[in-house]
């Protein structure tokens, strides 16, 4: 599929969190096939989050990686606003950083809970706060949930389920503030899907496969292709849902 047949994006410019590799890395690019110039963050993987922006930079758009540790306020907040002064506009937010974590409560410790907190739901709600002032009045805000905020389907994920859901309150509250000015704000929440943080031949694989309706993984570009539904103009009516991309994971 090129570039040209999927130019729905022009001139828009995209912020991507997370954005060096799985599903943010994923969704940076097919932004960038559809016209947008995207910006990720990255906190470790910088040699990865500049071959992204190099991929998005070979499509004809503009490319640009930043570091920022989604736990640091303030980098959270300095993002933002580096992405809005070097390409002169914030068209979309794509909310995709997100910490993982799995363990009995009991063996949960408080600097687990903090990381995590900080994280899966304090930062999206300042990249959110500190893009309002940049958004344009038809912009878009997703986040990216998890099957485990609707769906305790195994022990261990306490932690993690708590912080997946707590972003379910922020886009409903967000998306009736924001409406009046034409911004949408969403919720995706992927399933098992195929990463090399969570491959689909995996040790787990198939324990988690066996959750979901269609019996396997889904793919990042799955992800990516609901989330760029959501922020072209074909979504402009879609705001404060949950979109479940989880192969039936809760059903």
Not at 95 to 116: K, Q
Not at 236 to 247: F, L
Request: net charge negative; with cysteine.
């Amino acid at each position: 599929m090129t570039t040209t047949m999927l130019a729905k994006l022009d001139g828009r410019v995209a912020l991507v969190t997370g954005g060096s590799r799985g599903i943010g890395e994923a969704v940076a690019l097919r932004l960038a096939e559809e016209g947008a110039d995207v910006a990720v963050t990255y906190l470790g993987s910088a040699e990865r989050a500049e071959a992204v922006a190099a991929k998005i930079t070979a499509m004809g758009r503009r490319g640009w990686a930043v570091r920022a540790d989604s736990a640091d306020p303030q980098e959270v907040r300095a993002a933002v606003a580096a992405v809005a002064e070097r390409f002169g506009r914030l068209d979309i937010l794509v909310n995709n950083a997100g910490a993982g974590f799995v363990a009995p409560i009991e063996e949960t410790g408080l600097a687990d809970v903090d990381r995590v907190l900080d994280v899966n739901v304090r930062a999206p709600y300042l990249y959110a706060q500190a893009a309002v002032a940049h958004l344009a009045d038809d912009g878009r805000i997703v986040t990216i949930g998890s099957c485990m905020a609707k769906r305790a389907a195994f022990p261990g994920g306490s932690l993690y389920a708590t912080s997946k859901a707590a972003v379910i309150g922020l886009t409903k509250s967000l998306a009736r503030e924001l409406g009046p000015r034409g911004i949408t704000v969403n919720l995706v929440h992927p399933g098992p899907i195929d990463t090399d943080m969570n491959p689909a031949d995996g040790p787990s694989a198939g324990f988690q496969s066996g959750f979901t309706a269609l019996g396997g993984f889904g793919r990042a570009a799955d992800v990516a292709a609901t989330v760029a539904h959501l922020v072209g103009a074909e979504g402009r009516y879609i705001t404060g849902a949950e979109i479940a991309v989880d192969g039936g994971f809760a059903v």
